[in-house]
Structure formats: C-alpha cells, structure tokens
C-alpha cells in the first residue's frame, strides 16, 4: 500500500479521484468503487483473466459478457487520445466524466487501463503471460505490426486463446477492410429485407450484427476454454461481422439456397405466415400472429368474426398467404377500433402472441421487466451511480451478474500494473515518463 501511496504521489496531475482509488485497492478494501473484486466461486469463470484490446460495440460485448460470468478484465485503452472511441459518441454525456451514456452499454464489470500499444508491447506481453483469452478487433494485420499478432504471442503466451473480431475475416478479398455494422448488415442481406414492402431499404435500430459478432465470439471463446482442458494449448479464433450477418439470415438463406427464391421487405410482416405484423390501434400499434391455424380460429373468436376461420380464403395458413392482402386489412379495419391496452386486456390469456409495440419509455416502465429486476444501479466513480440493462441469462447454480459500473478512462492502470504484474514504483513512473501508460 505504501509503495503504491508514494508512486501516486510522484504522478504528477494525476486526479485526486485516481489517486484514492488506486491506493484503496491496493489495500483490497472491497468497497463500492472496488466491487470488481466481488467474484465469488459461483462466478462459472472465476479466475479467468481476459485481456481486451477492443473498442466501439461487438468487441466490447463480447468481454463483457465474460466479465458477468466473472472473468477479470482487463480493458486496454489507447492513452493520451480519449480511450475507446465510444466514450466520445454522444450526446448524451455523463455529467461529470463526460463519458458517452453510449459507453455504458458494453463495458460493465470491467477495469480500464491505459496503455499505449505502439511502445507498450512488452507490457502487453507481460498481462498477456498472465491472461487466459485476448480479444482484439483490429484490422487484419494491425496488431502483426505491432508486434502484437497471435503467432507473436503464442510464442510467449501458448496458453492464450486469441480471438479476433473483424469485418470480413483474416482471408479473402475484403479481409482489409475496415467492418462496421452497418455495412455488413448492407452487404449481407439485413437491410435488403429491412423495411416496409414498397419503401427504400432500412437499418435496424440498434448495432445487431455487432451485438450477434460479440455473442458468436464469447461462445466460441467458451468452447475454447474446454478444449484447453484437455489439450493444455490455446488457440486463434476469428469472427467477422459479415460472416455473422449472412449466417443469421436463417429461414431467407435457406429458402434462396434450396429453393432459389430471393427475398423482399416486408415491414413487420412474415414472408411464410399471415397474419404475423404489426397493426395500427386507437393509440399505437399492436403486434400479433397466428403460427397456426387453431390460433387463427381462437384470434376470429376472440375478434367475433368466426365466420373468416371457416371462409376457403382464409383457412389455412397457405390460404390466407395467398389471400394476404385482404385478410390483412380486414383485420386492420377492426383493430383501429380500439387502444392497445384494450386488445391486450382482451387478448390476455390467447395463446396466439401478441403484444403492443412499445417506445422505450414504455419497455422500461413494464411491469413484467420491473418484477424481474433486469435494469441494474450500479456505483459510479465520478457520476455517483449509473444505470445498465443487466444480463438477460439466469443460471440456477451459479451467478451472472453486473457488479460495476463502466470505468473511466485510465482507472485501474495503477491497480493492475501494482498488483496483477508487480511492477515496482519505479517502473510505474517510468513507464508515464515515457507517455507508454496514463
């Protein structure tokens, strides 16, 4: 605790706010600020140890799923330039730390250190001897530059399981290229049938292909981690965003493939099954199909207009795909009538499903999301406390939780160089003399 105490102070404008922080870690006091350290043995990958070189969405997801599991983390950020790029993505900000809200949305339960890659390697060889998994989303070839690939650490860190996050994969003619989400959701198909039947093509409303990437790739790291059980070697994983956007285009593939039939938008509605969209209410839109055609009887009921669940046009499924249209806007006719508060209260105990289209306002104020406890208050070192939509998994022996706010930039550099590689002090300030750490 001393030593760390006296390097702090030799850290010159360094902020208060850090300086405390480091040194209450450093004396293992298990405070809210600390609560990283909260790993107890029901955390499935207690002791794992992940050193992250990723930034923006489907990197960031991916660790941080590993961190609600219970890996440590390590967030390596670029020092001196702001750190992960989402920290500038806003508004809207934090007040106090003036990080992006967008920030807080992948990046939970994990410690931020500040390191620079160019002249740090052999800081990052050190964390990497002492890591289990490395994430990176850098384009293929980057890191090789930097002294920083997976044949280079290998050789030093064999155990290492690698995973590298990319647009278009480590081979074929895209492999250069930058990924973003948006483009790979462009060229794989997404926003081809993405929109309404005579509208434009549209994205979809949040980052999906990242998001699919980071769960495609925390999987594969798991299944990685067992087969380093019985080989005792690590391994090179690699995901990229189109890839993962053209796998998830499930049932369309599929019928392209063996059928050979394209695909077109079609809004909310189902290209196989009618009805299955949204409807206009008195007051917003409600959401319904019917996978079968006993549903479809029980929706004509429950509506009072038996007689179409008998009509040629409508009773079956394949009827009433080939009679779409006028199927669609009968029921349109008669769902206008009424809000969607009072369909649901109808529709209460259909088996068919059916549920409102709501804002965001509305998905948070849900009675169902508020009895389950899904949104999270966690402490914050500057802000005071933040908010998170908690992991959606529930396991019935062991714990998968949010334990810490996002960090800010640069908040556990001291802390993990002191305690997870033992640098002395002097190495510490030399290493900020030489702008290598912040």
Known sequence: MLILSQTLKCL?????????????????????????????????????????????????????????????????????????????????????SKDATYFMASNRNKKSVCIDLKKGKNVIYDLAQKCDILVENYVPGKLNELHLGYDQLKKIAPQLIYCSLTGYGSQGPYAKRPGYDVIAASMGGLLHITGERNGPPSKVGVAVTDVATGLYAHGAILAALLQRQRTGRGQKIDVNLFSTQVSMLINVAANYLNAGLDAQRWGTAHSSIVPYQSFKTQDGYLTLGTGSDKQFQELCELLEIKHLAEDPKFKTNKDRVENRKEIVELLANILCQKSSTEWMKLFAAASFPVGPVNSIREVFEDEHIKAIGLVKTLPHQTDGEIKVVGPPVVFSESKNDARTAPPVLGQHTYEVLADVLGYTKEQIVGLRNKKIIE
Not at 14 to 34: D, V
Not at 48 to 56: A, E, F, M
Not at 65 to 80: H, N, S
């Open 12 to 96: 010159a404008g360094r902020k208060l706010w850090q300086k405390s922080y480091a040194i209450t870690c450093r004396g293992k006091n298990l405070a809210t600020s600390c609560s990283a350290n909260e790993i107890t043995d029901l955390h499935p990958l207690k002791g794992i140890k992940v050193l992250d070189l990723t930034r923006i969405v489907a990197g960031p997801y991916c660790t941080m799923i590993l961190a609600d599991f219970g890996a440590e983390v390590y967030k390596i950020e670029r020092p001196y330039v702001g750190g992960d790029e989402s920290r500038k993505w806003g508004p809207p900000f934090l007040e106090k």
